[in-house]
């Protein structure tokens, strides 16, 4: 009777850890106040402030999920968090002022863009070094996307307004595509098919088709009441499932839905001052962008397609990221 109630407490103690380990948490960083914001998903409630040195603002999990790979671009480096302990347990140095990344999809590289130096930095994560410095990469490069058969990395050049298109084998520039006004970042969508960039100062998203590796057709946004001027979209988010695009539009306070199939704009939903980053939770039915001028999060209803809270966190949320 006694083994069997040792056995009883132990397998509710490994569900409860199991539980808790599998919980649904939204991460943001805050590039003012140098620190993550944790917060569980079910009551929007902040769990954890975890403090990364100066100036957090990228972030991506590892395939494992057990990781939260976090760009400090002030310490050019990546911080590495524990999602189980939620603390940061080491460092991945970046070169200079590293600003946004992305991981191969076998998980094994980092690629991330050093925007003062016109570079781009390759970490190995099986040695936990930089193994290579891609040089001229176009001017103040930003957005770093692998593309889904991990052959390429796309990157945005603001000061060149175009695409540069890295061959992964060789590491050498492949093309370079001529889009809108100061892209920020990129997301491919339709299994690859296409790369969506952010254009911030054209107020407008360019498409370009992968496989000709041309501008295919251009997304301009409008807002009544708004001027043009303060339309800068920047980030995404994409729901294969509901074939949607949710496109964050910087100063002018709004997301944007869009069709991937029509290209239509569904859309225009109201958020906190300068929205900024974007992440749907794992139900799709909640959209998470951080809001960089009001120091908090919005959480918006995707059923009803309204923001129905929002959450104070750091000062100036940069990205956010849903753990599911």
Not at 72 to 93: D, Q
Not at 100 to 106: A, G, L, M
Not at 133 to 143: A, Q
Not at 261 to 266: G, Q
């Amino acid at each position: 009777m006694k083994n069997i109630r040792i056995k009883t407490i132990f397998l509710i103690i490994c569900i409860f850890l199991s539980s808790h380990i599998k919980a649904e948490y939204f991460f943001v960083s805050n590039e003012n106040s140098d620190t993550i914001t944790v917060l569980n998903s079910s009551d929007k409630k902040i769990v954890k402030t975890i403090k990364t040195g100066g100036r957090p603002r990228d972030m991506k999990f590892s395939l494992d999920k057990e990781l939260l790979y976090v760009v400090v671009s002030e310490e050019n480096h990546i911080a590495v968090i524990s999602l189980k302990k939620l603390e940061v347990i080491e460092f991945l140095e970046t070169g200079d002022d590293p600003e946004i990344f992305d991981i191969s999809p076998d998980g094994s590289i980092i690629a991330v863009s050093n925007e003062d130096d016109n570079e781009l930095t390759l970490i190995n994560l099986v040695k936990k070094e930089k193994f290579k410095v891609l040089k001229n990469i176009g001017v103040e490069p930003e957005g770093v996307n692998f593309s889904p058969n991990g052959k390429y990395i796309y990157v945005t050049s603001e000061g060149t307004n175009s695409i540069i298109i890295i061959n992964t084998k060789s590491y050498e520039v492949e093309n370079e595509i001529l889009v809108g006004n100061r892209p920020r970042r990129g997301v491919f969508v339709k299994n690859g098919k296409e790369y969506w960039v952010s254009n911030e100062l054209n107020g407008s998203v360019s498409i370009i088709d992968t496989k000709t590796q041309k501008v295919s057709k251009e997304i301009k946004f409008s807002i009544k009441g708004i001027r043009n001027q303060n339309i800068t979209p920047v980030d995404f988010a994409y729901s294969n499932k509901n074939k949607k695009v949710y496109v964050t539009l910087g100063s002018a306070n709004h997301v944007a839905i869009v069709d991937v199939e029509t290209y239509n704009i569904e859309k225009y939903i109201l958020a906190g001052s300068r929205v900024w980053g974007a992440a749907l939770t794992a139900d799709e039915k909640e959209l998470i962008v951080t809001n960089g001028n009001s120091d908090d999060i919005t959480i918006i209803n995707l059923k009803k397609l309204v923001a129905s809270s929002s959450v104070a966190v750091g000062k100036t949320p940069h990205t956010v990221r849903v753990l599911k």
